[in-house]
C-alpha cells in the first residue's frame, strides 16, 4: 500500500520512461509545475505530495502516458500541454490520432485539436480558425495525407496567398516549382515531416501531391482531391469565393488561418473571418476555434501571443482576459 501522501501509478517501462525524460527533464517540470516529487522505481511512476497537487499530476502522467501507449514520441512540448491542461482541469486530447507519420502515429496534443481532428474527419469543408502554433495546418495536412495514403482521395493539393509576391509571380525566374517554393517552404516542411522525404518526392513527382498559390486554383475544378488553404487570413473576399467554389466531386478542404495577422493592403477586405461568418452552422461545414492556450510551441510564445491579444483588446477598448 502506499504510503500517506503518496501515490503509485502502474505504468509499462516506455511510459514510464517517457514520462521521466532525458535526464529527468519531464519529471522536473512535472514536480515544478504541481509541488510534488515524481519517481520512477520500476513498473511505474510514484508521486509523492499533497492530495490535491498530486491529482492534478496524476492528470499529467496519464495523458502523457495515453499518447506513449499510442505509439507517440514525447518531446517536452507534449509535457508542458499536459501540464497546463492538467493544471487548468481541462480534458486530455482523448485518443485522436493519425496512423501516420515517419515517427509513429500523430497525436492530438490538446482538446482543441481532438476536437479539430474530429470535425476534419466529419466534414466536407472545415475551417480552423487562431493563432499560429496551435497546430491548425500540420493537422489538416497530415489528416489530407492520411487520406491520400489510404486512397480516400487521389490527391493532396496545398495553396496559400503568395502575398509577398503580390499574386504577381510571373516576373520570376523559374518554372511555376521555382517560383512558387520560397513562399510554400512551411508547407514542404509540414509535409516532410509528416512523409519523409522521400516518400514526398515520389507522391510530388507523380502529381499526387501539390502546393500551389491561390491564384493558380481560379478556373479548376478538383475531384477526388484533399485541399487545404493556408494563411487564409491574407485571401481577400473574392478569392476566399473562388477557391472554395473549386470543390469538386468527391473533394474535401480544410481553411486555416489567423483573423488577427491580416497582411494585406486593407485588412477589411480578408475573406477568413468573413466566410466563417456566413458558413459557420451550414450542412457539411465544421469551424474549429483555437486560442492562445492551444499554442503547442515553446511556452514563450503562449505568452507572446496574449500579451498581443490584450494590446489589441486595449485598443479596440474591450476587456482583458486574464494571462499568466
Given at each position: 500500500m502506499s504510503a500517506p501522501g503518496e501515490e503509485f501509478l502502474p505504468l509499462p517501462d516506455a511510459a514510464a520512461r517517457a514520462i521521466a525524460g532525458a535526464a529527468g527533464r519531464h519529471a522536473a517540470l512535472i514536480e515544478d509545475a504541481f509541488d510534488v516529487l515524481v519517481e520512477t522505481p520500476g513498473g511505474g511512476v510514484s508521486l509523492r505530495g499533497g492530495a490535491k497537487n498530486r491529482a492534478a499530476a496524476k492528470r499529467a502522467v496519464k495523458t502523457i502516458a495515453q499518447q506513449v501507449l499510442s505509439g507517440a514520441e514525447i518531446a517536452e512540448a507534449d509535457v508542458r500541454v499536459a501540464i497546463s491542461a492538467a493544471l487548468k482541469g481541462e480534458p486530455g486530447p482523448g485518443g485522436a490520432a493519425l496512423p501516420l507519420g515517419k515517427r509513429g502515429p500523430i497525436l492530438a496534443?490538446?482538446?482543441?485539436?481532438?476536437?479539430?481532428?474530429?470535425?476534419?474527419?466529419?466534414?466536407?469543408?472545415?475551417?480552423?480558425?487562431?493563432?499560429?502554433?496551435?497546430?491548425?495546418?500540420?493537422?489538416?495536412?497530415?489528416?489530407?495525407?492520411?487520406l491520400l495514403l489510404r486512397g480516400q482521395v487521389d490527391r493532396l493539393v496545398v495553396t496559400r496567398p503568395a502575398v509577398e509576391a503580390g499574386e504577381r509571380l510571373g516576373f520570376l525566374p523559374g518554372d511555376l516549382t521555382e517560383k512558387v517554393d520560397p513562399y510554400m517552404a512551411p508547407v514542404w516542411e509540414a509535409l516532410s515531416d509528416i512523409l519523409g522525404a522521400e516518400q514526398l518526392r515520389r507522391r510530388r513527382d507523380k502529381g499526387e501531391i501539390e502546393v500551389a498559390p491561390i491564384a493558380f486554383m481560379r478556373?479548376?475544378?478538383?475531384?477526388?482531391?484533399?485541399?487545404?488553404?493556408?494563411?487564409?487570413?491574407?485571401?481577400?473576399?473574392?478569392?476566399?469565393?473562388?477557391?472554395?467554389?473549386?470543390?469538386?466531386?468527391?473533394a474535401r478542404m480544410a481553411v486555416t488561418g489567423d483573423p488577427s495577422q491580416v497582411d494585406l493592403p486593407n485588412p477589411g477586405d480578408s475573406g477568413l473571418a468573413h466566410a466563417v461568418g456566413i458558413l459557420d452552422g451550414t450542412k457539411g461545414v465544421g469551424v474549429a476555434r483555437f486560442r492562445a492556450e492551444d499554442v503547442v510551441r515553446h511556452p514563450l510564445v503562449e505568452r507572446i501571443v496574449r500579451a498581443y491579444d490584450a494590446d489589441a483588446a486595449r485598443q479596440a477598448g474591450l476587456p482583458i482576459r486574464g494571462g499568466d
Open positions: 496534443k490538446t482538446a482543441a485539436q481532438a476536437a479539430y481532428l474530429e470535425l476534419l474527419a466529419s466534414n466536407e469543408l472545415v475551417f480552423g480558425v487562431g493563432p499560429a502554433g496551435t497546430g491548425k495546418t500540420f493537422l489538416a495536412v497530415a489528416h489530407g495525407a492520411s478556373g479548376r475544378t478538383l475531384n477526388q482531391a484533399f485541399i487545404v488553404v493556408d494563411e487564409a487570413q491574407n485571401a481577400s473576399r473574392l478569392q476566399m469565393k473562388m477557391v472554395l467554389t473549386r470543390l469538386g466531386e468527391g
